[in-house]
């Protein structure tokens, strides 16, 4: 049962966080990119469950792809890059921030435990054609 809802919205600067496993070391790292112009709307979603109130952020972020730096790709094409510079994707499980952050990270929870407003990629879709061309991502 939902109880409630809030909103917001606005239009800055968003990070993408791409995991991406090293190929010298095979670990885990993160790829920042700082996208520019970025639409980012939060809904808070609240509901009952068995075990009382359940709260989480659901994020819905609109990345316009005319007239970008940045070059998009699809996740199974951005793991086979050998250099991602200048590339990004939203695969699921990567990791969105509002506004930009200086810090690197070695692990998906930092952002969160720093005090950032950030979130996991857990969709996206390709709206590249038509008037109004954007890459769409969603996030919890």
Wanted: include cysteine; glycine fraction near 8%; aromatic fraction near 8%.
């Amino acid at each position: 049962t939902l109880l409630a809802s809030s909103a917001a919205s606005d239009v800055y600067k968003r990070q993408v966080y791409n995991k991406r496993v090293d190929k010298k070391t095979c670990q885990t790292v993160y790829v920042r990119t700082v996208l520019r112009d970025v639409h980012w709307y939060t809904d808070q979603k609240v509901s009952v469950g068995e075990k009382g109130l359940n709260s989480a952020d659901v994020i819905k972020i609109r990345v316009p792809t005319e007239g970008r730096q940045e070059i998009f790709v699809e996740p199974a094409e951005y793991a086979r890059l050998e250099d991602s510079t200048g590339y990004w994707t939203a695969a699921n499980g990567d990791l969105i921030a509002k506004g930009v952050i200086e810090d690197e990270i070695t692990r998906d929870t930092e952002l969160k435990s720093r005090g950032y407003l950030a979130g996991v990629i857990l969709s996206h879709s390709d709206n590249r054609r038509g008037s109004s061309p954007h890459i769409r991502i969603g996030g919890g």
